[in-house]
């Protein structure tokens, strides 16, 4: 599936000067979203653990995208790709863990970053 971006030049209007303003209709809502994570360490051992990545998963499935996960050997990785296209990386371990991740920043900043991908 392609992205589709559209911008539209919308008339806006100051005392000062005139400027555009641009509407960006962004990715559809079925996208398929690939959550690439390695390992970290918990209680002192090191294993592929899904529990930090739920709220990644329960605000993609909601917003209406497909989310496939995939382990990578890289310690502590966890990246995002949409349409063949890095769009997001972090730490697993900065990411809340457990929840629904609404109130997690770096889950919103990661739906935000799938939402603008080309």
């Known amino acids: 599936m392609l992205g589709l971006r559209i911008i539209v030049a919308l008339p806006w209007t100051e005392k000062s000067h005139r400027k555009l303003r641009f509407l960006l209709i962004t990715m559809?809502?079925?996208?398929?979203?690939?959550?690439?994570y390695g390992p970290y360490e918990s209680c002192w051992t090191?294993?592929?653990q899904t529990k930090r990545l739920e709220g990644l998963q329960n605000i993609f499935t909601k917003s209406g995208h497909t989310v496939e996960l995939k382990e990578i050997p890289d310690w502590n990785a966890v990246q995002i790709w949409v349409n063949g296209e890095l769009v997001f990386k972090c730490n697993i371990q900065?990411?809340?863990?457990?929840?629904?991740g609404w109130l997690d920043p770096l889950c919103t900043e990661a739906e935000d970053k799938v939402t603008k991908a080309f």
């Open 28 to 36: 559809p809502k079925n996208a398929h979203v690939f959550i690439h």
């Open 46 to 48: 090191v294993n592929y």
């Open 94 to 100: 900065d990411l809340d863990f457990g929840g629904d």
